[in-house]
């Protein structure tokens, strides 16, 4: 959770963690996985081509709720 939350600056926080995924990379099981944060609008930073990004994106919105 720490690694997470240094991506944004100090006195923000993840605010929402969103999922892309097109109908082949759904039946591949991969997808683009954005980040915003807090302290601005839209997309800050977003991962490509993650694997499993579903549960990618549980695991790390539980680490940083139980960072919390």
Same mark, same amino acid.
């Given at each position: 959770?720490?690694?997470?939350? #240094?991506?944004?600056?100090? +006195?923000? !926080?993840?605010?929402?963690? @969103?999922? #892309?995924? @097109?109908?082949?990379?759904? /039946? /591949?099981? =991969? @997808?683009? /996985? !954005?980040?915003?944060?807090? @302290?601005?609008?839209?997309? +800050?930073?977003?991962?490509?081509? =993650?694997?499993?990004?579903?549960?990618? #994106?549980?695991?790390?919105?539980?680490?940083?709720?139980?960072?919390?």
């Amino acid at each position: 959770a720490q690694a997470v939350k #240094k991506i944004f600056r100090s +006195d923000s !926080e993840i605010k929402t963690i @969103g999922v #892309k995924q @097109g109908i082949l990379a759904r /039946l /591949l099981n =991969i @997808g683009n /996985l !954005e980040f915003a944060s807090s @302290g601005s609008d839209g997309v +800050d930073i977003t991962f490509t081509n =993650i694997v499993n990004p579903g549960a990618t #994106k549980n695991a790390i919105n539980s680490r940083v709720t139980s960072s919390k």
